[in-house]
Structure formats: structure tokens, C-alpha cells
């Protein structure tokens, strides 16, 4: 299994932008697919971005598409999800996630990392 670790989210004015990292480490880690998903209080988890590590295939979910950017950093085996102007329905706990294959489904990842808020004032 992948051990994550999110770090980067806070507070932010709307249309302000955030950075998170999702450090990954354990066996094989960059052989994963890894997905960035949101939860905001009384919602369920949603796609955020689903990317592999090697082969340069990325998913954005329409509701972040042109805002949203995901990036890697194999050498340090860490992925980042840039986030530009930011609304006030950006507000959730994001996630990072790891699965052995590219999947916009949050049931096909296994690895999850705790989850770091992320707040957009209006």
C-alpha cells in the first residue's frame, strides 16, 4: 500500500488560489494512479482530478476544469494539485488518493491520504 500525506490546504478569499501536495511513499508509489477528491460538510466525496504517473493522462471533473491543475514530481514522489480562482463551492476536505488504475471512481482507490480543508470566503 501507499502511505499519503496532504499537506497545503487553508484559507483563501474567493478567486485567490492554493497549492496541496500529496507526499507519497511505500512500494512501488509511482506505479499508481492518483486522484484528488473533495468532501464538503453533508455531501459525499467528489472527483476533483485523476492522473497516472507515467503516463500523462489527466481527468479533471467540469466543475474545476480551467481552474484546477494537477502536477507530479517524481523525484520527490509528490503530487500537487494547483488551484486557481477559487469560489466559494471549492469549500471542502480534500483528498489525495492512490489506485492501481486511472479512475475517476473514488471506490477504485485503496490509499487515501487524511485530508487537508480547504475554505473559500465569499
Known amino acids: 500500500q501507499v502511505h499519503l500525506v496532504e499537506s497545503g490546504g487553508g484559507l483563501v478569499q474567493a478567486g485567490g488560489s492554493l497549492t496541496l501536495s500529496c507526499a507519497a511513499s511505500g512500494r512501488s508509489s509511482s506505479s499508481y494512479s492518483m486522484g484528488w477528491f473533495r468532501q464538503a460538510p453533508g455531501k459525499g466525496r467528489e472527483f476533483v482530478a485523476a492522473f497516472s504517473w507515467s503516463g500523462g493522462i489527466t481527468y479533471y471533473a467540469d466543475s474545476v476544469k480551467g481552474r484546477f491543475t494537477c502536477s507530479r514530481d517524481n523525484a520527490k514522489n509528490t503530487v500537487y494539485l494547483q488551484m486557481n480562482s477559487l469560489k466559494p463551492e471549492d469549500t471542502a476536505v480534500y483528498f489525495c488518493?492512490?489506485?492501481?488504475?486511472?479512475?475517476?471512481?473514488?471506490?477504485?482507490?485503496?490509499?487515501w491520504g487524511q485530508g487537508t480543508q480547504v475554505t473559500v470566503s465569499s
Open positions: 488518493a492512490a489506485s492501481l488504475f486511472l479512475s475517476t471512481d473514488y471506490q477504485h482507490y485503496n490509499s
